[in-house]
């Protein structure tokens, strides 16, 4: 059973950075990985996907503000934050797949992803 853990959060000012960090337990190559953000009373939504191939795909809404990256030795996913804005204030959620899974074209689904992890809150205040 893979676990997966965030870190990175926190509070940051309107245009500042954060970097978040996603550790997963197991040691084999996954397949899609990607980011989800969700804020009380909404859907969880897609931000963005990294495939084993290193494709990526972005939500117009970050598209050009936030990068995503992984480092399959190390078993960490990471999600960089630029330029952020009062809108990304929300809880973000890391998850992956099993292994040599594709990544969907588009936009990802939360039935996409076999694991989770606890999520960490970023909050952007102006």
């Known amino acids: 059973q893979e676990r997966l853990v965030e870190s990175g959060g926190g509070s940051v000012q309107v245009g500042g950075s954060l970097r978040l960090s996603c550790v997963g337990s197991?040691?084999?190559?996954?397949?899609?990985m990607g980011w989800f953000r969700q804020v009380p009373g909404k859907e969880r939504e897609g931000v963005a996907t990294?495939?084993?191939?290193?494709?990526?795909w972005y939500s117009d809404s970050v598209k050009g503000r936030f990068t995503i990256s992984r480092d399959n030795a190390k078993n960490i996913l990471y999600l960089q934050l630029d330029n952020l804005k009062p809108e990304d204030t929300a809880t973000y959620y890391c998850?992956?797949?099993?292994?040599?899974?594709?990544?969907?074209?588009?936009?990802?689904?939360?039935?996409?992803?076999?694991?989770w992890g606890q999520g960490t809150q970023v909050t952007v205040s102006s």
């Open positions: 998850a992956s797949t099993l292994p040599f899974t594709a990544c969907r074209n588009g936009p990802p689904r939360r039935t996409d992803f076999n694991y």
């Open positions: 197991g040691d084999y190559n996954r397949g899609c």
């Open positions: 990294i495939s084993d191939s290193l494709r990526r």
